[in-house]
């Protein structure tokens, strides 16, 4: 059964990049992320369509145009704010998100959930 199969009816589904930001993240290990999604059910889609990379820099090239037009000096942005922006939109998952701002901007169809 194809992964977006599995990952419907309200189920969390984590792009790959997030994994990745979680483990980078200081005093958290590989392992400690991996027992969280798996206690909590949460679903990882590992692997990103050639869609969802072109989506990606075409929002993050929007995205450069708006701050340079606007000489935006606010936190910068990383090309995967993007792909997990961009992994939504292509899936028409929602997206659970506190930066609704950014994903807007970039996603202005995209269904957003804030909390």
Request: no cysteine; net charge positive.
């Given at each position: ?28 290990s590989e392992a ?56 939504a939109f292509t899936n028409r ?23």
């Open positions: 059964m194809p992964w977006n199969r599995r990952f419907i009816g309200g189920t969390l589904v984590a792009a790959a990049p997030v994994i990745a930001e979680l483990i980078a993240a200081p005093g958290r400690f992320v991996d027992s969280f999604f798996e206690e909590t059910g949460i679903g990882v889609d590992w692997e990103l369509t050639a869609q969802v990379w072109r989506v990606a820099g075409r929002a993050f090239q929007g995205y450069a145009e708006r701050r340079g037009k606007h000489r935006d000096r606010g936190a910068r942005r990383i090309l995967a704010d993007f792909l997990i922006g961009a992994h998952f929602r997206l659970l998100t506190l930066d609704d701002g950014l994903y807007r901007a970039a996603f202005p169809t995209l269904s957003i959930e804030t909390f």
